[in-house]
Structures are given as C-alpha cells and as structure tokens.
C-alpha cells in the first residue's frame, strides 16, 4: 500500500481513490482487499505507458478546484459493518499556471447533514492547502525566484 499511496501522491492521481478505498481497511484486510490491490497493479500495468500531458498556461495562475460527495459511499447493506459510508468525501486539486500541483481525496473526519455542509466542509479543508501553497510561492518569490503571483 505504500508504493501505491506514494504513486497517487506524485504522479497517478487516476489512482487515489481506489487506492484511498483499500489503504481504509489495512487494520483489518479481508481477501476482497487484496484482490482490489492486485486490480490495481494490473492497471498499473496496463496503463503505464499513459500519462498526463502537462503545458503550463501563462494566462492562469493559481486555481483551486473542490468537490463534496454527500454520502456519496453509503450502501445500506454494509452500513452496519462500515459506519465511514455515511461520511461525505471531499476531493480538491490545486493549480499553478493550470498544471495540478496538489490533490488529494479524503473521507470527511466530521459528519455532514446536508449537501451544503459537506461542501463547506470540504471548502475549509482545501484552504488550509491552499494557504500553505500561497505562502510557500511568497517564500520563493523572497528568496528572488520569479514566479507569476496571484
């Protein structure tokens, strides 16, 4: 699970929800687990010669882009046994000059009661990223790097 947690957090973000999905029941695998890992590997493979092309657009400069599902995992057949499916899951992707340089996908910690809570959750999740990216480019931008500000 490490090398495919490390591979949806540099280069395969096509892969972080499966890979979110499995890491979840790590404390406690089931065969079902380690089939959906080996899925994942023979994607992997099949997909390895694909990629993302990235070209950086000097129109644009820092975009963040969030997204909420409101109990988007729940399935009332394994509720009981997986109460985290009636927790929303907020999904975010940072962009500099339209190239992604941050994403992530992570089940909500706080439960969501409506649509709109989980939207703000997820919103206040994002920011706190989007601060630190905003402070890191002042830190480069201190240090006598040009970089396009927001």
């Known amino acids: 699970m490490?090398?495919?947690?490390?591979?949806?957090?540099?280069?395969?973000?096509?892969?972080a929800f499966p890979t979110h999905q499995c890491a979840r029941f790590l404390s406690n695998?089931?065969?079902?687990?380690?089939?959906?890992?080996?899925?994942?590997?023979?994607?992997l493979l099949k997909t390895r010669d694909k990629g993302l092309i990235i070209?950086?657009?000097?129109?644009s400069s820092f975009e963040c882009y969030v997204d909420a599902s409101y109990l988007g995992d729940w399935d009332k057949i394994i509720a009981t046994d997986d109460p985290n499916t009636a927790k929303s899951r907020s999904r975010f992707v940072i962009k500099y000059a339209g190239v992604p340089v941050y994403w992530k996908s992570k089940i909500q910690t706080q439960l969501a009661l409506s649509t709109a809570k989980a939207e703000f959750l997820a919103l206040s999740?994002?920011?706190?990223?989007?601060?630190?990216v905003v402070y890191m480019l002042e830190e480069v931008c201190e240090r006598g790097i040009q970089v396009k500000t927001i």
Do not use: C, M, W
Not at 29 to 43: C, D, L, M, V
Not at 125 to 132: D, H, L
């Open 2 to 15: 490490g090398k495919l947690n490390f591979l949806e957090k540099s280069t395969r973000a096509d892969i």
């Open 29 to 43: 695998p089931k065969q079902s687990h380690g089939e959906a890992i080996k899925h994942i590997g023979r994607y």
């Open 55 to 59: 070209k950086p657009d000097d129109a």
């Open 125 to 132: 999740s994002a920011t706190r990223y989007v601060k630190s």
